[in-house]
């Protein structure tokens, strides 16, 4: 392997309607040498028969196609045994429902390499909505755990970093739930990294999946959603504790707009564990404004 290399980990769960989209996405990259390391989760509707096809017609010697098969149920899982796999110095997550444009590897390792003291690097993406309503979520290199934790900027697919960065951070954490990729973010971030961020165009497409149907989902999931803001706080110095207090807020927003869950003793417990007057009056703000929301 050498200095500028990179692999693609994908896990794959019961995706056999939308898997090909992407794995056709993944073959196009004008990018070489590349591996891609798929991480079968126990499919069951053909997925695993997919891949496998894949890799026999598509593998190339410039083009590696690893296929391993996780039996411990979540992505998480699935994530971190392809992590273990990795040869390369850089490792890039990828969804098995979503699309990368043929240039997305080659401008995002061009970005890595015009600084070799970069430890990550993140890009802007392009959400598709279910009546073709398109939005672009950008990424900030700057205030960087205040926007993982309340915007998402690092979710799986905004961004790649060195090897040995997921390593030292302990990769994937099991018993998340949801926002795992927050959790992750911070524990990232922990490290002091050097990021960069890739100007232009977005080159991956998000699809929504059968998770983005409208519904009361924060009511719906809100001890799992509390229970996250739990574990990321661990990972937050003292000074930055009120940006899980500001999450806690926005969880609370939700509860009201949803109307199933009382908003309260959730907001009274973020404005208790916040001491400074002017981070409460930001949880305040932050209520009030998610409150207001469509």
């Known amino acids: 392997m050498t200095g500028q290399d990179v692999t693609i980990v994908i896990p794959v769960y019961n995706r056999a309607k939308v898997v ?33 096809r894949w890799k026999s017609e598509a593998e ?16 998480a ?46 890009w802007d993406i392009m959400e598709h909505g279910f009546k073709g309503e398109k939005r672009v979520r950008h990424f900030a290199a700057d205030n960087m755990l205040y926007n993982c934790i309340i915007h998402g900027t690092f979710s799986t697919l905004r961004y790649f970093a060195r090897t040995e ?9 099991t018993s998340m739930k949801i926002w795992g990729d927050i959790e992750l973010g911070v524990r990232l971030l922990g490290l002091s990294p050097k990021a960069a961020y890739r100007h232009g165009k977005a080159k991956v ?18 001890a799992e959603l509390e229970k996250a803001v739990d574990k990321i706080e661990m990972f937050l110095p003292d000074n ?27 907001l009274t417990q973020a404005l208790h564990a916040t001491p400074k007057l002017r981070h409460r009056l930001l ?7 998610n409150s207001l929301l469509p």
């Open 60 to 75: 190339t010697p410039t083009f590696r196609i690893d296929i391993i098969e996780e039996p411990e149920k979540g992505a």
């Open 283 to 289: 949880l305040r703000i932050t209520y009030i404004l």
């Open 77 to 122: 899982a699935a994530r971190n045994t392809g992590l273990a796999a990795v040869e390369s110095e850089w490792t890039m997550f990828f969804d098995c429902d979503n699309a990368m444009r043929p240039d997305h590897v080659a401008s995002a390792m061009e970005t890595a390499a015009s600084d070799t003291s970069v430890g990550l690097v993140g």
């Open 165 to 173: 960065l997921f390593r030292r951070a302990g990769g994937w954490n």
């Open 20 to 52: 090909e989209r992407t794995l056709q996405s993944v073959e196009a990259q004008t990018f070489r040498p590349l591996r891609i390391i798929l991480v079968d989760n126990g499919s069951t509707d053909g997925s695993l028969d997919i891949l496998r």
């Open 240 to 266: 930055m504790r009120y940006i899980a207090g500001m999450k806690r807020a926005i969880v609370a927003a939700r509860y009201h707009r949803e109307g199933l869950i009382d908003p309260v003793p959730l």
């Open 205 to 222: 497409d998000i699809y929504p999946g059968d998770e983005s149907l409208a519904g009361p989902v924060y009511s719906s999931r809100g």
